[in-house]
């Protein structure tokens, strides 16, 4: 308990999956955490369950391809914190599977908007704050995938955003500890977990029965992630427990690239 006591931390698409394995975990170790997602019902079914647990954590409206936005959820922390020291660029989507002469334009532009854009914004801002007044110990950590690492047939624009995001994460990463910032910056590559999202991707397999026998096979492990698997990596990222980790990335993926 308590790893990141203290700290405020801002998680972005924390209204359910990832986002949200990742917020309670920090809000229960003791951070407190701002909630940041287009959907504002599930956002707020969140906060009180933080609430409820003895945690703290506000809730923000925030699209994470807009600037405007993301300007306005960073002032509102200025004013109301002061300091922030943890941003999670959580957000994503994927769209459905497509043979790259298939592919339009405008898959591909929204893909790459949410999860690259998004991610950019939210860093660029992130760091404005973090590196205002009193330096912090800040840590930014970026969910890529492990489709940012490796090819997966049919999903060209969602790879090519999370291999984006890992490479950016380096750069930044480098950028902020030359100028001596204290701010980290790292990746994390979550394979194949239990969500919304994936539920979505596996119905492209008729027989859900088959779906799922195929996507447990996929991981050497024999089975899918849960997203507290990926909480806790982000957890220890966040924590000044990694504080000479920088510019890395993390891979949690139950042995999925590593055969
Ligand atoms: P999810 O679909 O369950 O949740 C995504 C959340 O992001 C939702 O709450 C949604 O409202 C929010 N969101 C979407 N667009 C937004 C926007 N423009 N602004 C603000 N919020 C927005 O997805 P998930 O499975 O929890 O995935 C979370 C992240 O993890 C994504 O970046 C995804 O690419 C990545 N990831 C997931 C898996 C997996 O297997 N689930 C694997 C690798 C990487």
Redesign the pocket.
Known sequence: MGRVAGKIALV?????????AIACMLAREGATVVL????EK?GKRIQRKIKAEGGNATFSL????SEENWARCMAMINRRFGEFHILVN?????VGRSFPSDTTLSDWRRVIS??LD?TFLGTKHAVALMSKGTPVNGSIIN?????GLVGFAGIGP?SAS?GGVRLYSKSVAISCAEKMLNIRVNSV??????????R?GMKSIEDPVEAERIYNALQPVGHL?E?DD?AYGVLYLASDESKFVTGTELIIDGGYTAR
């Open positions: 972005t698409g924390a209204a359910r999956g990832l986002g949200e940041a997602d287009l959907d599930a925030l699209d994470v391809t959580c957000a994503g989507i994927n949410v999860n998004g969910i890529s995938s492990v489709m969602y999370k590559h979550p394979g194949f977990i239990e969500t919304q999202l994936l979505q992630g997203p990926i």
